[in-house]
């Protein structure tokens, strides 16, 4: 897709650490952006899936250790993104002289949307990397909860909450897509400017042209 489009961002919803060390998906990140010429969104979270994990032989670590090693994850991808050569002496992960070249296309490195809303790690992590913060959730109220949380991570590590756009999923009803349109706008007033509308199988003929012609026009800025 990244040489096929000319317009449109990628990325996934997001990446699990858990599935790659975090060096090696550095340099699959700066592949995309490369030759997209600058279009990655870097969705990354901390793993979750125990039906893949569990297939493939790949160890889940316990929540905590999984979001700690995360953290330490998104400050290597960072200084890979940045500077020439990176040492890096965690808890979970070292490196010594690493490289990563060429640098992404995006300056200073593609954005980091991150998922999740562990209010004590996960927006933590959010408030000191992310710059889109993903909500996987219906709840207007849960979600302005969550994000005054953020809002208090922020204030901890200096951090200007408005630097973090702030993002949400929603499932598509196919047979009430006014419905789509009403949710969506409550995000959009609460403060949402980034959304992702999720389809599921089986797919209506035409949903995808439906969308952008029945429901994207209706919401209001």
């Not at 897709?1 to 060096?23: D, F």
């Not at 790949?58 to 700690?68: S, T």
Request: aromatic share 10%; hydrophobic share 35%.
């Amino acid at each position: 897709m990244a040489a096929e489009t000319s317009r449109i961002r990628l990325g996934l919803m997001v990446t699990g650490n858990t599935y790659r060390h975090p060096a090696v998906l550095a340099k699959i990140a700066t592949t995309v952006d490369v030759i997209s010429n600058g279009r990655l969104d870097f969705g990354v979270g901390a793993g979750w899936n125990e039906y893949e994990h569990e297939s493939m032989g790949i160890p889940l670590d316990p929540p905590g250790k999984r979001l700690r090693r995360f953290e330490e994850a998104c400050e290597i991808w960072k200084r890979l993104f940045t500077q020439p050569v990176t040492d890096f002496d965690g808890m979970h992960y070292q490196l010594k002289e690493a490289r990563n070249e060429p640098k992404p296309v995006q300056k200073p490195y593609p954005p980091f949307v991150i998922g999740g809303g562990g209010e004590k790690i996960t927006l933590r992590v959010v408030a000191k990397y992310a710059d889109i913060w993903n909500f996987n959730g219906r709840d207007l109220d849960v979600f302005n909860h969550k994000y005054s949380v953020l809002k208090q991570h922020c204030a901890d590590v200096g951090r200007d909450p408005s630097e973090i756009e702030c993002s949400i999923q929603t499932m598509i009803d196919y047979d009430d897509l006014q419905a789509t349109v009403d949710k969506v706008q409550s995000f959009v007033d609460a403060g949402c400017t980034h959304f992702i509308l999720n389809l599921l199988p089986p797919y209506p003929e035409k949903i995808a042209t439906r969308l952008a012609e029945e429901v994207i026009p209706k919401i209001r800025a």
